[in-house]
């Protein structure tokens, strides 16, 4: 048993998100390496989506609520709606964020999480982060 622990501890399983940021080397940004990740028992490769313009970030988080599978009331879901008055909680909440992060590849702190309440604050975050990363040419910490 002890010899059957050992050996999943020496292959690497999953793919965080920490993993997934890319490196800065002299100054330069390296490309975004496609990540691997495991889906039905088999490897796929992808690439994170990058979103640029507000109106495809606005569309992203939409799309990505009304999708969520435990959203109430998806049609009047707008920008301004709080994620209760769907049927959200914080859980949720997390999942969305676990959601965003494989998508986009960034890392959200456990800190901002309870200040994501609204999906405009969602659409805020990632604006955020892409201004971030043209300013400084890298991806921020957390």
């Known amino acids: ?60 988080v939409l799309t990505l609520v009304k999708n969520y599978y435990r959203t109430t009331n998806k049609s009047a879901l707008t920008l301004d709606s709080e994620l209760e008055q769907h049927g959200l909680d ?10 965003i992060e494989e998508d986009l590849g960034y890392v959200i702190s456990a800190e901002t999480l309870p200040v994501l309440n609204k999906l405009r604050h969602y659409v805020n975050y990632i604006k955020q982060v892409e201004q971030y990363k043209v300013e400084n040419n890298a991806s921020p910490l957390a």
């Open 90 to 99: 914080s859980l949720d909440s997390i999942e969305l964020s676990m959601q």
């Open 1 to 60: 048993m002890i010899r059957g622990l050992r050996l999943l501890q020496m292959r690497p399983i999953f793919c965080f998100a920490a993993d997934k940021t890319p490196a800065t080397t002299q100054g330069k940004q390296q490309q975004a390496k496609p990540i691997q990740v495991y889906k039905d028992g088999q490897l796929i490769t992808k690439n994170y989506l990058q979103l640029k313009k507000s109106q495809d970030i606005e569309g992203y």
